[in-house]
């Protein structure tokens, strides 16, 4: 019998996941089938529901619900309550879902082990204050940075979300207007989806530090605006999200099926094919 996972989202219809768990699938020798899955912004809790009471097995879970999937579980893994928000969705027997995050598991091996990022010591600002930032904070305070700002347009969701993760390390949070009155950072890291509109956050122009890398949690043509702008601002190394991306399902993979795949071919085959 082949199960069925999937990743729900709006929009969904540009996912790269199924191509990804089909690789792993492949390579590691699973019964398993996965679609996307589009769902209306007021409907994640009914189309998941009949998803897993149709015999689906988990979802992998994108903007905008993260924070509705946290609330849609009947409980969180440890890390998952920690951030507040979900990406992953496991059936469990007796149709008991737990929500999952390894938002966080996949940005950090992307940055330290594909790309060899220094995190420890280092000043680090996360652009952003919604499920996609939540999901990243704590990991990265766990790699010990000197500090961690959080800008979000709405100053105070983004100081609410640094007091919230303050005991895991020096947290601040401040509005994008604040950003020229900041010190450069080392690591940039864009979490908002302003770039699936085409859009970006108005970043002062020395945002920057030498040698900074820019990261952005999404990848493909909505990467594009920030990585433009990183470039004409002097970053030594900018990157789109299509490794986290690779490595966070990989995550979601071995909690549902037990088995860690191998994602340097798969990250390889993705790159090869996004040209």
Same mark, same amino acid.
């Given at each position: 019998?082949?199960?069925? /996972?999937? #990743?729900?989202?709006?929009? @969904?219809?540009? $996912?790269? $996941?199924?191509?990804?768990? &089909?690789a792993?699938? %492949?390579?590691?020798?699973?019964?398993?089938? /996965?679609d996307?899955?589009?769902?209306?912004?007021? +409907?994640?809790?009914?189309?998941?529901?009949?998803?897993?009471?149709?015999? !689906? *097995?988990?979802?992998?879970?994108? @903007?905008?619900?993260?924070?509705?999937?946290?609330?849609? &579980? =009947?409980?969180? $893994?440890d890390?998952?309550?920690?951030?507040? %928000?979900?990406?992953?969705?496991?059936?469990?027997?007796?149709? *008991?879902?737990?929500?999952?995050?390894?938002?966080? +598991?996949?940005?950090?091996?992307?940055?330290?082990h594909?790309?060899? #990022?220094?995190l420890?010591d280092?000043r680090?600002?996360?652009?952003?204050?919604?499920?996609?930032?939540?999901?990243?904070?704590?990991?990265?305070?766990?790699?010990?940075?000197?500090?961690?700002?959080?800008?979000?347009?709405?100053? $105070?969701?983004?100081?609410s979300?640094?007091? *919230?993760?303050?005991?895991?390390?020096?947290?601040?949070?401040?509005?994008? +207007?604040?950003?020229? =009155?900041?010190?450069? #950072?080392?690591?940039?890291?864009?979490?908002?989806?302003?770039?699936? &509109?085409? &859009?970006?956050?108005?970043?002062?122009?020395?945002l920057?530090?030498?040698?900074?890398?820019? /990261?952005?949690?999404? /990848?493909?043509a909505?990467?594009?605006?920030?990585q433009?702008?990183?470039?004409q601002?002097?970053?030594?190394?900018?990157?789109? !999200?299509l490794?986290m991306l @690779?490595?966070? %399902?990989?995550?979601?993979?071995?909690?549902?099926?037990?088995?860690?795949?191998?994602?340097?071919?798969?990250?390889?085959?993705?790159?090869?094919?996004?040209?």
């Amino acid at each position: 019998m082949t199960d069925r /996972y999937a #990743v729900i989202g709006n929009p @969904v219809a540009h $996912s790269l $996941s199924p191509d990804i768990h &089909a690789a792993f699938a %492949a390579q590691t020798g699973q019964a398993m089938h /996965y679609d996307r899955l589009p769902a209306e912004p007021d +409907a994640f809790a009914a189309t998941a529901r009949a998803f897993f009471e149709a015999g !689906g *097995r988990g979802l992998n879970v994108t @903007v905008p619900f993260k924070l509705d999937a946290a609330d849609f &579980a =009947d409980r969180l $893994s440890d890390r998952a309550r920690a951030a507040g %928000a979900v990406n992953t969705l496991i059936a469990h027997d007796q149709g *008991r879902i737990e929500g999952d995050n390894t938002d966080g +598991a996949g940005l950090l091996r992307d940055l330290q082990h594909n790309r060899a #990022v220094t995190l420890t010591d280092r000043r680090l600002l996360v652009l952003g204050a919604g499920g996609a930032a939540q999901g990243v904070i704590g990991p990265l305070l766990a790699a010990e940075p000197a500090n961690l700002i959080i800008a979000n347009r709405t100053a $105070s969701k983004a100081q609410s979300m640094a007091e *919230r993760f303050a005991a895991q390390g020096p947290t601040s949070g401040i509005g994008f +207007a604040d950003l020229a =009155d900041s010190t450069p #950072v080392d690591v940039l890291i864009n979490a908002t989806s302003a770039g699936l &509109a085409g &859009a970006l956050p108005d970043l002062p122009a020395n945002l920057l530090a030498p040698g900074a890398t820019a /990261y952005d949690m999404v /990848y493909g043509a909505a990467s594009q605006p920030f990585q433009d702008w990183a470039r004409q601002h002097g970053a030594a190394a900018v990157c789109d !999200g299509l490794g986290m991306l @690779v490595e966070q %399902a990989a995550e979601s993979f071995h909690r549902w099926r037990g088995v860690r795949p191998n994602t340097a071919p798969v990250l390889r085959q993705l790159r090869a094919g996004n040209g």
